[in-house]
């Protein structure tokens, strides 16, 4: 089966979580594993915590913090191995952070060995 990568953001400038939502979590990540569909998972820390590193004509930038097109950060994310597209979307729908922002559904390559 297809693996997806299940990538949720929001915008802390605009909503964030609500109280209560690790249960949410805790629900979600127990029926994505007893579904067998579960391949991994991470959340991330603060935008804050992170270094964005560029390079260009050959000169290294390292920025503290993310860069952000938009005021969307990325909170994480989960790799799900599901039948197609539609049942990654199902999965995504689920994940907590949809209430307030949003998931991208993104296939994963996977190179040989």
């Avoid at 953001?9 to 990540?29: C, F, H, I, K, L």
Wanted: no cysteine; net charge negative.
């Amino acid at each position: 089966m297809p693996k997806f990568a299940l990538i949720y953001q929001y915008e802390p400038a605009v909503t964030g979580p609500a109280g209560g939502e690790v249960s949410d979590w805790v629900t979600y990540d127990k029926e994505v594993r007893d579904a067998g569909v579960f391949v991994y998972e991470a959340g991330f820390h603060e935008a804050s915590t992170a270094r964005t590193v560029s390079v260009r004509d050959g000169a290294t930038v390292v920025d503290d913090g993310v860069a952000a097109s938009s005021g969307a950060i990325v909170a994480g994310l989960y790799i799900v191995d599901v039948a197609d597209i539609n049942a990654a979307t199902s999965w995504a729908q689920k994940i907590p952070t949809a209430r307030y922002g949003s998931v991208d559904v993104r296939p994963v390559v996977e190179y040989g060995d």
